[in-house]
């Protein structure tokens, strides 16, 4: 049996949270014994950890304490920390000792994770770095030039598509020979995403698009924003929607504001699970700058759904090109186009439902977790 540690920041509401929790409950417990160890012990997908993985945690959550000046002062303390440790991660060798030995410690998105394995590294016989964005559009938290440094300890690196993989020497061409990197699609939980209910999260009066991730200046939900103004005053009306929280929430408040759009664009907040609002929409989109593999892109896929997304990193591999969805340039006006198109034309959205609704099971993603237990399990 492998005793596996994976480290992230944090279990709040993003991709690549969702997909190491589905690992965490699906790994075979014969073959490995797990272990988590989060930067921050906070997050909205906590509830879902199965109880037999040991969770380890650097910071607590400011709502464990009882008083809200308690809560001020540790969240400010704990700012001035991460700050510190993001521009000097290798004090992490002086402040985080990690107990006991592992098999495998994998780094579950790139950052200051890296740093949390590196200098713990003789606890560990093995290292994996599993990357989710694409280095060659993305700045993780920590330095590009520690990041390089950081990963030259690791043995192997994974990457959830093959242009993160090809973004990757394309900024460090020099950090990793090919044997060390590998692609490792995310696996897909398809059973519990066909297996939703008849419920209707929203009620429908139009056709409704829906987007969803995480409320990041990388999503560019404002362009989402912005071609809502556009179709309505070109007479194509629409229900926007968008589930997430994140950072850039007041901005896009203020931006609905700013276009008079109250009425046409909902921002939804965190919804624990976003199939059934998938399938009950019309139209799925995502106007991100770049992406590593988009879960929701491939939640839609399962259900079938219209996706518009533009031609970047993730969506484009997914969507193989375009015969899976409908891929646009990275502006408003080609955002605005594609979604006339899906909105006004019933036969192009029935186009994209059934190509999909045919090629269930053809997608480069599966529900499988065999070749990741296999992954795992080699030396």
């Known amino acids: 049996m492998k005793n596996i540690l994976f480290t992230i920041e944090t279990l709040n ?24 160890l989060l930067f921050s012990k906070e ?7 199965p109880d037999d993985v040991k969770v380890f945690y650097l910071f607590r ?45 994998i780094s579950f998105c790139e950052g200051i994770n890296l740093a949390l394995l590196v200098y713990n590294r003789t606890h560990f016989k093995r290292l994996i770095s599993w990357v989710h964005i694409d280095f060659s559009k993305h700045t993780a938290n920590i330095s590009n030039s520690k990041i390089a440094i950081l990963l030259k300890s690791f043995d192997s690196i994974f990457f959830v598509s093959e242009d993160a993989r090809l973004g990757f020497f394309k900024k460090f061409p020099k950090v990793a020979s090919i ?27 139009r056709i409704t698009v829906l987007s969803v991730g995480r409320l990041s200046r990388q999503k560019r939900f404002d362009k989402l924003i912005r071609v809502q103004r556009m179709l309505i005053d070109q007479g194509v009306f ?28 909902k921002l939804e907040g965190f919804k624990e699970n976003s199939y059934e609002w998938i399938r009950h929409a019309d139209i ?30 993730g969506p484009r591999e997914l969507l193989e090109d375009g015969k899976f969805g409908l891929l646009v340039d990275n502006t408003d ?5 594609g979604l006339k198109e899906l909105i006004t034309n019933r036969a192009s959205r029935n186009h994209y439902t059934k190509i999909l609704e045919d090629n269930q099971g053809n997608f480069i993603f ?3 977790l065999s070749h990741i237990e296999t992954l795992l399990n080699s030396d």
């Not at 190491?20 to 797990?34: A, G, V, Y």
């Not at 990197?181 to 009620?203: G, L, Q, R």
């Not at 926007?240 to 901005?251: D, N, Q």
Request: a neutral charge; aromatic letters at 12%; one cysteine or more.
């Open 13 to 36: 509401g993003g991709g690549a949270e969702r997909v190491l929790i589905n690992l965490l409950q699906k790994l075979d417990r014969n073959k490995f014994q797990l272990n988590l």
């Open 43 to 49: 997050g909205v997908y906590l509830k879902q950890l």
């Open 61 to 105: 959550d400011p709502l464990t304490f009882k008083f809200s000046f308690f809560r001020f002062l540790y969240r400010a303390f704990r700012w001035f920390a991460v700050k510190f440790l993001v521009s000097c991660p290798s004090f992490l060798r002086f402040i985080v000792c990690i107990k006991g030995n592992y098999d495998v410690g």
């Open 179 to 205: 044997a060390k990197t590998k692609v490792v699609y995310n696996p897909i939980n398809i059973a519990s995403i066909k297996s939703m209910d008849n419920s209707e999260p929203f009620h429908k009066e």
């Open 238 to 265: 629409c229900d926007m929607l968008i589930i997430g929280e994140g950072p850039e929430a007041p901005v896009l408040k203020a931006l609905i504001h700013e276009f008079n759009l109250m009425d046409n664009v």
């Open 284 to 313: 799925l989109a995502m106007t991100s700058d770049y992406e590593g593999l988009p879960l929701v892109i491939c939640e839609g896929m399962v259900l079938a759904k219209p996706i518009l997304a533009t031609n970047v990193t």
């Open 333 to 337: 006006l080609a955002i605005y186009e």
């Open 366 to 368: 599966t529900d499988s």
